[in-house]
């Protein structure tokens, strides 16, 4: 044991713990899936806390503003319900968000249609609401940086603003997005060498665009491009590169490169360069006749990630057995996304839509790192190669996985055998009770 580690456990080995900080389940992860797991395992009696390392609920949907989730519907059908839809229509209905006609079928390389676009606030306090309301202990500003497993379960060590906190639970659910828990538990994950950028999101005000000098632009990117001042990956490939962005007032246009992000110091370089970045544009813009004005009136908190780590599960989702839409025999949600895999070289993307009819489903042991006992892996971090995971990673799949992540926790807890050992046919039953959508058996 290194000098630092030992330091580290010295100092946690002796934290107390008394019977207020004992769970049945603790989900580590206040996004997409880890949400819904917290609220799935509460709604089944299980006594549950969330963890979440920012102020607010709501992941990157929030605090990268990647506030359009979907896809919950697949060929006019809906694939994808549950506790994340329930989160949908209660933002709806609260004047947060307006549903799309889902009865309308787009081509293929249109399925960003069906995203339901939301308002963060209402949203996230939605995720507020349900989370307490379901009897959830939420832990925000804190981030566990220690856990240990034994046969009863974890203990999951906490650095929050009060310094650190020992909490003890039967099981525990990693919906961190970058299988925090699991790499802190010793399992197995993968990496691929070469990782899909973020997206920092932003918009810009403070013009007219019927002002703009398109040569102007033009030329002005070109000196810019030679120098090195603006880079292709700063915006969407065009013929008139920077116009898209000045026509929809900014959005999604950059592609960051982000190798390492799921480590604190390769998330750091992300964020640094997500802001370069913007200020490159910022600056060239600034320089065209019409965009004298120009400013970014809205930069998300953080970098949107796309790519990290994948656990090594029990089960592997393969591309070859997403796109043919094959039924797993332990298949407990759908999942409907076209493989989409961002490039770090020029802001391409290799969109293959998923062929007519077809809708993938999930398995469990994809949920379930190897040889596990009392962690599950909800999210885009569960077990598939690189190409099936640039379509798994969305939000809704995020969110049929936690749920499926939070029912499991809490059959397994109570019943107290390993998540492995967790009766198919009870965890089918389970879901489809709080209103999921499951794959025929």
């Not at 456990?9 to 797991?37: E, F, S």
């Not at 240990?148 to 060590?157: A, K, S, Y």
């Not at 039967?170 to 990496?191: F, P, W």
């Not at 770090?344 to 009819?357: A, C, K, M, Y």
Request: proline share 5%; hydrophobic share 45%; charged share 20%.
């Amino acid at each position: 044991m290194s000098e630092p580690f030992a330091a580290v456990h010295h100092l946690t080995a002796h934290l107390p713990l008394n019977a207020a900080a004992t769970y049945d389940v603790i989900v580590c992860g206040g996004g997409a899936a880890g949400v819904v797991a917290a609220i799935q395992a509460a709604r089944l009696g299980a006594r549950v806390a969330l963890i979440e390392k920012t102020g607010m609920l709501g992941g990157t949907a929030v605090t990268a503003a990647v506030d359009f989730p979907g896809l919950f519907h697949a060929w006019t059908k809906q694939v994808i319900a549950g506790i994340g839809w329930e989160l949908i229509e209660e933002t709806a209905a609260r004047g947060g968000a307006e549903l799309p006609d889902f009865e309308v079928q787009y081509p293929h390389r249109r399925h960003w249609m069906h995203q339901i676009r939301v308002n963060r606030f209402v949203y996230s306090t939605v995720m507020d609401e349900l989370c307490v309301g379901a009897g959830v202990d939420l832990h925000l500003h804190a981030l566990p940086i220690r856990v240990e497993q034994d046969e009863e379960g974890c203990t999951v060590i906490l650095g929050g603003k009060d310094g650190l906190q020992a909490l003890r639970t039967r099981k525990l659910v990693d919906a961190t997005g970058d299988a925090n828990a699991a790499i802190l538990l010793g399992y197995a994950c993968e990496e691929s060498p070469v990782q899909q950028p973020g997206t920092l999101i932003y918009a810009l005000d403070g013009y007219r665009l019927e002002d703009v000098d398109q040569q102007a632009l033009l030329q002005h990117y070109r000196e810019a491009a030679a120098v090195g001042e603006i880079r292709i990956t700063d915006h969407r490939p065009a013929d008139l590169p920077l116009w898209s962005e000045l026509k929809t007032r900014g959005g999604s246009a950059n592609h960051i490169p982000a190798p390492g992000a799921a480590s604190s110091t390769g998330r750091t370089r992300a964020e640094l360069e997500a802001r370069r970045s913007l200020l490159r544009v910022r600056s060239l813009l600034r320089r065209v006749p019409g965009l004298e004005s120009l400013q970014v009136s809205f930069f998300a908190p953080e970098c949107g990630i796309r790519e990290t780590r994948r656990i090594v599960g029990e089960q592997t989702v393969t591309v070859d057995r997403y796109t043919s839409g094959y039924v797993w025999p332990d298949a407990i949600c759908y999942s409907f996304y076209p493989i989409d895999v961002h490039s770090d070289r020029d802001g391409t993307i290799d969109v293959r839509p998923l062929q007519p009819g077809v809708v993938p489903t999930l398995p469990y042991g994809a949920l379930v790192p190897r040889g596990s006992d009392h962690l599950l892996v909800a999210g885009r971090c569960i077990a598939g190669d690189r190409e099936a995971n640039s379509a798994y990673r969305v939000q809704a799949s995020c969110m049929a996985t936690g749920q499926a992540a939070g029912a499991a926790s809490a059959l397994a807890a109570a019943e107290g055998v390993s998540v492995r050992e967790v009766p198919l046919a009870a965890l089918r039953a389970a879901l489809a009770a709080h209103r999921a959508i499951v794959p025929p058996a």
